[in-house]
């Protein structure tokens, strides 16, 4: 099992920028690919982001292509998401998450953290 603990999370006005870091414990960090999801008031959880574990490939949902971009520190266990140009629908509680590739962590990632609350303003 990976603990995974976000924060950076906070309130924002609409076009700004927000950091987002998410730190890892317990099994090797550099095994897992990682990704970040959101969850909206009175909506289902949806994908973010992700990055392969040696950081070589992103996969990003289509609302964030051009303004997210998620990084990691292997060396940090610490994985990021750097949000800018940012609108009041991204507002959400955002959650890390650790999964076996970039892609298959869309669907079934295997360990969730306890997510960081963004909010922007209009």
């Known amino acids: 099992q990976v603990q995974l603990v976000e924060s950076g999370g906070g309130l924002v006005q609409a076009g700004g920028s927000l950091r987002l870091s998410c730190a890892s414990s317990g099994r090797t960090f550099s095994n897992y690919a990682m990704g970040w999801f959101r969850q909206a008031p009175g909506k289902e959880r949806e994908f973010v982001a992700a990055?392969?574990?040696?950081?070589?490939?992103?996969n990003y949902a289509d609302f964030v292509k051009g303004r997210f971009t998620i990084s990691r520190d292997n060396a940090k266990n610490t994985v990021y998401l750097q949000m800018n140009s940012l609108k009041p629908e991204d507002t959400a509680v955002y959650y890390c998450a650790a999964g076996k590739t970039e892609v298959s962590i869309t669907t079934t990632p295997v360990d969730w953290g306890q997510g960081t609350q963004v909010t922007v303003s209009s």
């Open positions: 990055i392969r574990w040696s950081g070589s490939s992103t």
